[in-house]
């Protein structure tokens, strides 16, 4: 598997986070506003657990909503990245099953929480392409463009991870 080339002309999305199945949000850090100016997404006790994929200071959640952090790179991972993020895609699935509100984040709010959310879609029973679509078609038509991470969703994380790990 490849990495995918940076794309720097790939627009911030136009809102923090959005909804992509009922009580599971998608979003970034940063978003244009509607001024056309970028601005910061901070998250106070909107959500319930907030799982997320690149930590900057200042963006919250406000003390006491259930945080996870696990930083990886909007890029290739190894095994221990994908386990992480299969073990955060299944944390998120137990939210929803109780009801709770989820957001899962990155920086736009694109890839690496697309590939999260994907992957809980997966769990949930939805195809990898379905998942994708339905992310593209409520995030932003920009979400999952890192083609290795929809490689990785195509083959299917455990696959990918166990492939990942040999090649280590």
């Known amino acids: 598997m490849r990495a995918r080339s940076k794309q720097p002309d790939v627009p911030a999305p136009d809102s923090p986070w959005s909804e992509i199945v009922p009580g599971l949000w998608m979003g970034g850090h940063e978003y244009t506003g509607r001024s056309g100016d970028p601005e910061f997404a901070v998250v106070r006790d909107e959500f319930d657990l907030v799982l997320t994929l690149l930590r900057l200071p200042g963006h919250g959640p406000d003390e006491g909503v259930e945080h996870h952090v ?67 078609s409520r995030r932003s038509p920009w979400a999952l463009h890192n083609e290795l991470f929809v490689e990785y969703l195509r083959t299917g994380l455990d696959t990918a991870r166990l492939l990942e790990e040999l090649a280590e």
């Open 70 to 136: 696990w930083p990886i790179p909007d890029g290739p991972l190894d095994g221990t990245q994908l386990a992480g993020v299969m073990r955060l895609a299944r944390t998120a699935g137990e939210a929803l099953d109780e009801g709770r509100s989820v957001l899962v984040r990155c920086y736009h709010g694109y890839n690496r929480s697309g590939l999260v959310i994907a992957h809980a879609l997966v769990r949930a029973g939805r195809a990898p392409e379905d998942a994708i679509r339905l992310i593209r």
